[in-house]
């Protein structure tokens, strides 16, 4: 199965986005516009329909069209979201479809993929998903990073409450190697608060390049700085740090540290770190907790959202 992400963005009909949202949401379906003008029809087959489509657009505006009919397949997903950025997951029980209701020609949702959606928590969004929204196509796959299929896929089970899709973690033990640059930074961002170290928001800044956000002790109220780098390829070295005023939290995701000793220097140890997000789950966000929760399962494997 395959994982996609949709825009609904009508440019036709009533040309309402957050109408053609709750058309969405009311019948059960994801899709686009690109109708045809075919009078007191509102179902056709593919090759009718791309025959007629080809008479009134050019080839490259049936791209997403050909695209959703060629790609999406029953029990693949689909991330959406609507106009407050509220995100959703739809599991596909039917292809393809063009069905060019007059309410439907009003939302512009003719070529339709019918679709379960449920509504997804907002920390459970994980920010490689935030991401595939930028690009303007209608609709593309998200391939990258290739377990996002399986965050999807446990993610479905869990806020459907059905066991849908069967996920073998294949002796995968490594936290690391599943959580992406910004949970990685938010897992130490936790790790710190919790010992005290309250978190600056809109603390990180582009020009900040030396570190990720600033840190004010809740006791002492001493100042501090966090740097988190992941992969096992990078490195953190603490000379790189040791002008600074500042304490410094250093988080390297396979303890990847060099350099001399400083005392206002810290190194975090990965383990010390994975052993608090798995003695903690109930304060993590979603999008780090159902990793955690998939190499380590809680007795409920439905429980936590």
Known sequence: MAVFRIHIRPSGGANDQEMSFNY???HGVLGMGWAVDQAGIAQLAWDDYIAAAEQEYEYRELQNVR??????????LIWT??????YYLGRVVNPWEYLATP?????DIVNICHCELEAVPAD???GKVVASFRPPRTIQAIRNPPWMT?????LWNRISGIQQYAVNHQGIADIYALLDDLETENAVAIYL???GWLYVPGSRRPYTMGYEYILIHSQT???AVVQVKTGDATQLDRDDFADFEERVFLFQSYGNYNGAMYNHVECIDPDELQEFLFNNRNILPQSIRLWVDFIDPPDDPLAGL
Request: proline residues 3%.
């Open 103 to 107: 309410e439907a020609l009003q939302a």
């Open 193 to 195: 608060q919790m010992n």
């Open 24 to 26: 969405c949401l009311i």
């Open 81 to 86: 979201r609507n106009t407050m950025g509220r």
């Open 150 to 154: 399986t965050y999807s896929q446990l």
């Open 124 to 126: 459970a969004v994980p």
């Open 221 to 223: 109220f001493e100042r």
């Open 67 to 76: 695209y959703m009919h060629r790609e999406v397949q029953v029990d693949d």
